[in-house]
């Protein structure tokens, strides 16, 4: 309450979002797939709009000082808006998630169970410098029957306004509320504390961004958090690697794109094999323009630079890499195990038994055979989008798509049973 007594402004937008996810939860699949086609469409008309209040943003975080990860995650151009609205065409075709039957069963009595789907109902995200996120998780919401709150941070704060009400108009066309998306940058910092506290009126909290963001919010939130972690990501090179294969694989997940939570972080290479693969893999890496760190020399390599403060558990989210030298398959579960963040993890590797312990016993979201770490994603994994790809084990786990943004409850049918 403010301090006159009367409800303020940040109450009011939470209290229409609760009046829009109850609209929402109700709104049949194909109007809620319309709204997210016409963000779609909507996106792409207004993107010189978009892409000037995008450089805008861009020109205050180079003068601010912002590194190069956050400035290229919050880099929009042409193919970035494509993407997005490609995203929003895919989710729209998606199945929805909402009324579809779990489990079914008549009791003895004549009770008839159904566990069904359902929306959470309002659902608060707090991120950095990801204007990308605003519409992911837009039309994700949407598309599960729930209402969203954005916190995107001050580093992306002209792209989210301009994103926003695009997207408002696109959805209050389509008849439904135009508070089934709303954010609360106006509010600042403040705001993201106060979403946190706001359970009653919040239902589920999301945090993508940085370790200390996310454990902040872990900490702090009386809303229940689905956490989505760091990416402290590993590939294991086995001694039965197909040498030019596993180059290809680490290549492409340190490089393809160094600023995400699924870009390599740490290669870990058999001792059997060190003396060759190792040379291989780090001269192709420094040709690249990736700076190696290890915890002292590498066979064959020079320009090795130490691990730094963080030591193995260090995620770079830049063109940097550690490479370690571990016994036998047994070290590299227990290096990988130890010192990752249980995002996404691959083993390189013929063998077929070997392959088969790691993706058993390496405790990870998403575990990978000969395939490259940068897979681990919502579009790829077939989702359209993602809300985050979350590595706690509660609820959720991997990229969270549509159906990870329902909850469930059970509807009972009887005929005047009571119990005896």
């Not at 729209?92 to 109902?121: C, K, M, Y």
């Not at 926003?164 to 066309?173: D, R, S």
């Not at 227990?334 to 010192?339: D, G, K, L, Q």
Request: aromatic content about 2%; hydrophobic content about 45%.
């Amino acid at each position: 309450m403010a301090a006159d007594g009367t409800t303020d402004d940040f109450e009011a937008l939470l209290s229409a979002s609760q009046r829009a996810s109850r609209a929402l939860g109700v709104a049949p699949a194909e109007q809620r797939h319309a709204a997210i086609t016409a963000i779609a469409e909507s996106i792409e008309a207004a993107s010189a709009s978009i892409l000037a209040a995008n450089a805008e943003d861009l020109a205050r975080g180079r003068e601010s000082g912002l590194d190069a990860g956050l400035l290229d995650r919050l880099l929009l151009d042409d193919t970035r808006i494509a993407g997005l609205a490609d995203a929003a065409r895919q989710l729209a075709s998606l199945p929805d998630p909402i009324g579809e039957v779990l489990r079914q069963r008549t009791l003895p009595n004549g009770i008839d169970l159904t566990q069904v789907r359902v929306p959470f109902g309002v659902i608060g995200v707090i991120y950095e410098a990801r204007p990308n996120v605003t519409v992911d998780l837009a039309c994700i919401a949407l598309g599960s029957g729930n209402a969203v709150v954005l916190r995107g941070g001050s580093a992306a704060e002209r792209t989210n306004a301009v994103l926003v009400a695009t997207m408002q108009g696109a959805i209050e066309a389509q008849g439904l509320p135009r508070e089934s998306v709303q954010t609360i940058d106006r509010f600042g910092r403040d705001g993201a504390g106060r979403l946190m506290q706001a359970r009653g009126l919040v239902d589920l909290l999301v945090p993508r961004g940085s370790a200390a963001l996310i454990e902040r919010v872990v900490t702090e939130s009386t809303v229940p958090v689905i956490e989505t972690g760091a990416g402290i990501v590993h590939a294991f090179v086995d001694r039965a690697a197909d040498l030019p294969m596993a180059l290809e694989i680490v290549l492409n997940a340190k490089t393809q794109r160094t600023s995400v939570c699924n870009a390599l972080e740490t290669v870990l290479v058999h001792r059997d094999i060190a003396a060759t693969a190792v040379p291989v893999l780090a001269g192709a890496l420094q040709e690249a323009g990736v700076t190696i760190h290890a915890d002292g020399a590498l066979p064959g390599v020079d320009g090795v630079q130490p691990l730094g403060e963080g030591g193995w558990a260090t995620e770079h989210l830049s063109m940097d890499v550690a490479i370690g030298v571990v016994d036998d398959l047994d070290a590299a579960i227990e290096h990988v195990n130890r010192f990752g963040t249980h995002h996404t993890d691959t083993i390189l590797t013929s063998d077929a038994d070997a392959a088969a312990r790691f993706l058993a016993e390496v405790d990870s979201a998403v575990v990978m055979h000969n395939a490259s770490t940068r897979f681990t994603d919502g579009g790829e994994f077939g989702f359209g989008a993602e809300v985050g790809i979350s590595t706690q084990k509660a609820h959720a786990r991997g990229p969270m798509g549509l159906p990870e943004l329902t909850s469930t409850k059970w509807l009972v049918r009887g005929t005047g049973q009571v119990r005896p």
